[in-house]
């Protein structure tokens, strides 16, 4: 956070000139129409993240994920081969959904209905009182496969029958710049969720941009300073756009200027940073290999996943709207496994430091929702350090091609 004096102006649009400065309409958050060309040429046409290989580590391991926004339920498999594949939830006899479980293992797949059974490769390979059908070929009726593919042991589908490209090259310089971030040694994970009725990307957007953070965190972040209508400007240390996808990052002490630390706070961070603390730059324990550009990054993998890095620690979110005007927020955190009690409940704190930011965050999505669909107001203003917002709008916009 820097002081209002000496502050550098408009480096963002100096660096972007071609998105322009001018106000942003906000028609794709509250349009039925533009939510419908978002679900058939973003949602059904792109990499999703729906997943990390470590919740279905051994064969028969599976999990299934609800995507309204694709009208359809995916089952995710790690096979006998240890491949992980991914098959619409839909039994080929007259389309139950073949699993009811969220997660599981199995050696395979029994329909509910009329007792159909998938193998963990998604073939057909049995079929009740088979000889009562007409000329079935079994070999023709398996799951529907969905392309599944993996990077740094993120599991991504894809629901376009032939992908554009491959996930390596869809996540392109994103994946150049985090690779050899140890994701697989930070395997503890907590998980929150939150039912908000809210676009999508209203919701993504408050958190794509440092300008709010000294006033809607002014309890959380910068809960020390006294007179917190002093200006207090956070800058981004540097902003990467890519074709659809983004990095904002912030640098910063992780303590606002004057506070101090509570009695509990001082506790969990002799055990072991947390979580704001890390943003700040305090180490979590020094991972090996960890490539931040700032001390916080937050990466936007187009179009609704977001990997936020520290150094010791990471979250993510996944973004899942249901409907124009309502979404499901998914929140995992991840640490390395805890060696004693002291880490561990530093790692309580640190979710709890996490969660108390993020419901702040909550507070306002739905109050924006509600009141765009007012038509009081027909457009975003943005400053410089809402770069992030203005470029989410023109990727989208590219995709949906309006
Ligand atoms: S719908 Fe699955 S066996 Fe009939
Ligand atoms: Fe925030």
Known sequence: MAALSDVPTHLWARKFPELGTGPVSNRPCVSLEYFELERERVFKRVWLNVGRVDEIPNPGDFLVRD?????????????????????????????????????GNCRSFTCKFHGWTYDLDGKLVGVTDEANFFG???????????????????????????????????LGEVADHLEGYPFDKLTTRYTYQADERVNWKVLLDAQQEGYHVPFLHRLTFVKAVDNWQQEILVRSVDVKLFKCHRLV???????????????????????GATTLAAMGGASHGGQQGTKLVGTFDFWVIFPNFVMALMDGTYFTYNLWPLAVDH????????????????????????????????????????????????????HFILQDEEIAVRHGYKVVADYVGE
């Not at 309204?68 to 959904?97: E, I, P, W, Y």
Request: aromatic letters at 8%; charged letters at 25%.
């Open 136 to 170: 079935l070929n079994k070999a023709e009726n398996g799951l529907t496969p969905v392309a599944a593919d993996t990077w740094e042991g993120f599991i991504f589908v894809n629901l376009d029958p032939n992908p554009a490209e491959s996930l390596r090259d869809y």
């Open 249 to 271: 990052s912030v640098g910063g002490s992780g303590q606002a200027p004057g506070s101090k630390l509570t009695p509990v706070e001082e506790l969990a961070r002799r055990y």
């Open 327 to 378: 979404t499901v927020w998914e929140i995992r955190t991840y640490y390395p496994p805890a060696r004693n009690a002291g880490e561990r409940f530093s790692q309580e704190f640190a979710k709890c430091t996490l969660r108390d930011p993020l419901l702040e965050d909550g507070s306002v999505h739905e109050r924006i929702q509600a009141m765009l669909g007012s038509g009081a107001k027909s």
């Open 67 to 103: 995507l309204a926004v694709c009208k359809t339920s995916l089952l995710v498999v790690r096979g006998a081969d240890g491949g992980v594949r991914a098959f619409h939830n839909v039994c080929s006899h007259r389309g139950n959904q073949v699993s009811w479980r969220e997660k």
